[in-house]
Every structure is written in C-alpha cells, then in structure tokens.
C-alpha cells in the first residue's frame, strides 16, 4: 500500500457510533511482564503442562481480532511483544523438565552458566538459528521486496501499460480490467501483492471514473483486486509472505531441502491460481460489461495519468489520485467540496469540476499546481475555463504546455523503467541459483534488485524519499508477526504439533488423504477470515512437515495454501490486501462502508471461489 496516502476521513456517521477506546500499550506490556514473572515464581514449585502454553498462543492469536476489530483495542505490536514475554517465560517452565533437556542441565552442572552461551550463539546470534525462530530469511527476502517494488512502482508502468491498453480496446472497460488483472496475477505470484494491490488499485479506479462507474461497481472493483494479488497470486512463492512462509517451514529433513520447491507450486498452485482467476474473470465480466470510455473527450491530464504520477512523485514526493486529493482538500474547498467530490467521482476531471463548482480562480490555480504542477497551474486553469464554456479547440495553449511538459518527463521516467527491468536480471538470477543451491538464502535477490533499481530514481530526490517511505511504512506492518513466529516454533519445540501430525494419520487411515485435504483447505479458509494468514500459514505448515507420504504433504500444502489465500479476502483483516482494500474503500468509496458489508459483497466471490477450488482439490486428490 502506497503510505502517501493521506489517512482516511471521518466516516460521516462516526458521531454516532461508540468511539474506539485505546489501551495502553506501557500498561499491557507491564501486565504481561507482571505475568511471565508469576508463571516463573508458580513454574518453580509445579509443573507447567504444554498445553497452557498452546493456550497462550491461541489467546493471542484470538486477541488481535478481537483487540483489532472492536471497540476496544490494543495496538497489534504491544499485543504480540507483550505476549511474548509470557510465552517465553511459559516455555522455560514446560521445556526444563522435558527429557531432551536433560543435556543442557547436565552441561550447566558441570559448566556452570556458561553452557547457555554455545545455545545462545547457535540459536539467537546465528542466521541458521534465527531463521528457525522466526523464519529469518523469509522475513529479509520480504524486506528487500518490499523496497524493491517501492522503486519500480515510481517508474508508473502499471498506469502507462494500462492505458496503452485502454486504448488498443477503443474505451472498453470490461476487456482493459481483464488484462490489467490477469497481468496483475501474474506479477504477485513474483513480487509483492501487498504493493501491487495498491497500484492495482489506483489505476482501475481510475478507469472506472472515467467510465463514471456506480459506486458498487467501484467497491466490486476494490475488492476483486483483493482476490487477485491474493488467490490468483499463489502460483509461485515468492510474491506472498504466506506462501514463503509455508514453503520455509515444510523441509525435508534428510536433504535440509524445502518440499514446496518452485516445480510443487508450478504443478499444484498454478492450477488454483488459474481456477481462481476465471472466477474472478467472472465476476467482472457480470460488474463491468458494457461500460466505455469516451477517449476522445478524454481529459489532457487523466490521459496522462502515468506522467501526472510521475511529476506528482517528483515535484512534491506524494502521489494521489483525483479522488484522494479532494478528500484531502475538502477544508480548503469548503462550501464547494462537495460539489466537486461529486463531480470527480462520477468522471469529471479535477480541474472542470472546479471551475464548474465556481471555486476561486487563486484557489483553483493553486489546487492545480499542488495536484499537477506549479509551472503548469494558470495555463491549466485557463484551458479549463475554456472547456467549461465549450470553447476550447481540443489543443489550446493549456494542453499543449501541458503534453510538452509530459513529453520532457518521459525520458527520466523511461530511464527508470529501463533500470527497474534491468533489476529484474539479478532479481530473478538469483532466484534461480537459490532453487538449485538452498543453502544460498533468499534475501539476496530481492536486496540485488532493489539497490539496482534504486539507481533508476537516484538523482530524484524526492521520488526516492517517497519510495522509501513507503517501504518502511508497508514492511511495518509485519513488525508484529516475529514474536508470533517465535511462540509457534517455541511450540513446535515442546512437542504440540506431534498430536496434530497423529491426528492427520489417523484421519488419512479413516477418511482419505482427499476428505483430509478438503478439510485443512476449509479449515485454513475459516481461520484466515478471522486471523492474519501469515499466522495461519506457520501454524498449519507444522502438522504436515514429518509426514512419511511425499504426496500427501503436497495436496495438503495445496489445499492449505489454497485456504488462506481464499479466507484471507472474506474479511476485511484476513490479510494484508484486505487491510489495504477496506481503508482504500472508507477514504477514496464510501466512508460509511462496513466490515459486514465487506462480508455480504464479498460471500459471492468467496463462494464461487470455494467450490471451484474444492472441485480442483479433490481432482487432485484422485489423481495423486
């Protein structure tokens, strides 16, 4: 998600409703340090069972939605540090005792103390010991990700790809979507659907307030973008932190080689993936059909959106769309605003729109050279005065400035889009050697291609700020899952996930590896709706890592994988995407939009996406 975004306004109808009631992060984190002190002082006198400690993982897990849903919250960071501190202290209580601890404390009679510094250098000071703790490799690759896509988003290919076919298809609406997408769906399976959606995002709307769309169709619009860099994302590994997770933690054992290699996600995922796109093909062919854009009347700036982008980026370092910026200007606007919001949302350009809204000429002028360019603001006034009047020839001195100005932009912008396909080469290079070399990790390609494409905007002072900033704004949002990834491999450590694999077996001996797999694929599915599937991905990778059969570790990550992806749309937290759609939708759509409706508009798609990946799921099952 783009983080020049401006943060959402007010829903209308906020007066009304019960406000949020914010607890104290400090005092959250001392109670839980309050409490790892207790289960430390009652852990010395009885013995601790594993299961409370899977019950505090559980709770935790329960407490960001609940905590991050209702009326009363607690920041997600707080809620997981915080919790840690417990789980950890639990885990020294349940894990001392253990058999397969007696080592360690013979080596501490004999040692003293110092035998926890071999434990502490090989666990907590080591890559190998960090990336088992908290997936280590996974999480850096997701870092330079993240600021690579950062960067090449500046260079505004989406919007000029786009456009360019907007206007090979004469206007049409519905055959443009269904290209942008299916390009979409494939870029996410490589690089970060969280960044993509918001790109994605953007240049639709766009579109569709041209073709002055309905505001259902423009919500529909949002929220297909979801499924999109999401489910139809899954194809390959790399572009969703789920699927990296779920492929870091499935190994096998006697090679250190992960099960879920590049050929698992080709042969299993690739078909969900295109299943899931033709649902989705579906839906906007039944929301889009007929809609047009007039190309001719098509105003000078929105026809060069990808240029305005760029100057936007360049001069000022934020980026919003039309509709992003009269929300963000409405005070200024004042008594006109809602007239122009009006007009904007239903594909009148922003400068008509203010004009025909009577805003002040100085005001106008001005509003423009912040949205556009200063350089360009009275020239651009002048031609939309014209317009206004119909007298405007079609390329008056506004609109020739104008395209001139965007013409000197194209080479800068064509120079970093050049850079940014070049950083594709080491990117997906080493990638490659990573496949065939494991040991090699993963962070590496995506760091290679950020600092590539890095040199792309390097003389853009500005523009590089905004795509940093960005980044480090979009990759704190996974702050909060180290702590969760810790609790999880603790647990793996005192033995839970060996009641589940025993569960698995016995369930594959009486049901069938099918009918077990459609389970996990509906379980992972109803947990992802209500959790983050990050989470949902590490848990459900556990079960299945010793299972004895191969395939039946496949079709179960599959169906998991499959899972979490579908149930990450069907609410508004089930993922990032879905995080980044719903304020996307409250800001720029509909600020009395609801978490419920998101769930109504959503349960049709998410349907269709159940029983066309269900059908696929036991195809597979019979087949393997």
């Not at 000071?125 to 908290?134: A, C, E, T, W």
């Not at 360019?373 to 031609?383: C, G, N, T």
């Not at 704190?476 to 033995?495: C, K, N, R, T």
């Amino acid at each position: 998600m783009s983080h020049s975004e401006h943060s959402p306004a007010a829903p209308e109808h906020a007066a009304s409703e019960p406000a949020e009631v914010n607890i104290s992060s400090l005092k959250f984190v001392i109670g839980c340090i309050i409490a790892a002190a207790i289960i430390g002082v009652v852990g010395s006198m009885v013995q601790i069972p594993a299961w409370f400690m899977a019950a505090e993982v559980f709770l935790t897990i329960i407490a960001l939605f609940v905590f991050g849903s209702f009326k009363y919250r607690i920041h997600k960071n707080a809620m997981t540090y915080g919790m840690a501190i417990v789980i950890v202290a639990t885990f020294f209580r349940v894990w001392w005792p253990m058999e397969h601890a007696a080592e360690v404390r013979n080596q501490i009679a004999d040692k003293g103390w110092t035998a926890w510094l071999p434990l502490i250098r090989e666990n907590l000071l080591s890559f190998h010991g960090l990336d088992h703790l908290i997936h280590l490799d996974t999480m850096l690759f997701i870092l330079g990700l993240t600021f690579f896509v950062a960067v090449v988003a500046q260079t505004r290919l989406l919007e000029s790809v786009t456009f360019k076919l907007l206007r090979m298809n004469k206007g049409k609406v519905l055959p443009t979507v269904l290209a942008v997408t299916a390009v979409v769906s494939f870029a996410s399976g490589i690089l970060d659907g969280v960044s993509m959606i918001g790109l994605t995002i953007r240049t639709l709307v766009i579109i569709l307030a041209l073709a002055a769309a309905p505001t259902a169709a423009v919500r529909r619009a949002v929220m297909i973008c979801t499924v999109v860099t999401t489910v139809c994302g899954m194809w390959l590994a790399y572009g969703e932190p789920p699927n990296l997770i779920m492929k870091a933690g499935v190994i096998d054992k006697a090679t250190g080689k992960p099960i879920l290699n590049d050929l698992f996600f080709l042969s299993y995922c690739l078909p969900a993936a295109i299943v899931s796109y033709l649902c989705v093909a579906w839906v906007i062919r039944c929301s889009l059909k007929g809609m047009h854009v007039n190309l001719e009347k098509m105003d000078v700036v929105d026809s060069h959106v990808a240029a305005v982008r760029f100057l936007q980026a360049q001069r000022h370092g934020e980026v919003f769309s039309a509709m992003e910026f009269v929300e963000l200007k409405k005070a200024e606007m004042g008594s006109h605003a809602q007239g122009v919001e009006h007009r904007v949302t239903h594909g009148e350009s922003l400068g008509l729109a203010l004009v025909r809204e009577n805003v002040p000429e100085n005001l106008r002028k001005k509003l423009l050279g912040e949205f556009v360019s200063e350089d360009l603001a009275v020239k651009l006034d002048r031609h939309y005065v014209l317009e206004s009047k119909n007298q405007s020839p079609g390329d008056d001195e506004g609109e020739v400035a104008v395209k001139r100005a965007f013409a000197e932009l194209e080479g800068p912008r064509m120079k970093a889009c050049k850079v940014a396909a070049f950083a594709l080469v080491p990117f997906v290079g080493l990638l490659v050697y990573h496949a065939m070399h494991h040991e090699v990790p993963l962070f590496w390609s995506s760091t290679a291609g950020f600092f590539v494409a890095l040199f792309g905007v390097a003389n853009l002072k500005k523009m590089r700020s905004l795509a940093l900033k960005d980044a480090f704004h979009e990759y704190a949002e996974y702050y909060f899952l180290f702590p969760l990834f810790l609790s999880i491999s603790l647990l793996s450590e005192v033995g839970f996930f060996e009641q589940l694999k025993s569960l698995l077996e016995s369930g594959i001996d009486s049901m069938g590896i099918t009918v077990v797999a459609w389970i996990q694929f509906m379980g992972a599915t109803a947990l992802s709706a209500i959790l983050d599937n990050n989470v949902v991905a590490d848990f459900a990778s556990k079960a299945i890592t010793d299972l004895p059969n191969a395939s039946h570790i496949k079709l179960f990550s599959m169906a998991q994988i499959a899972g979490y992806a579908a149930g990450g749309c069907l609410t508004h937290i089930g993922s990032a995407q879905s995080v980044v759609a719903f304020a996307f939708i409250l800001r720029a759509v509909d600020s009395k939009y609801t978490p419920l409706q998101w769930v109504k508009e959503m349960a049709s798609i998410g349907a269709l996406l159940v029983v066309a990946l269900t059908a696929l799921i036991i195809i597979t099952g019979m087949i393997h």
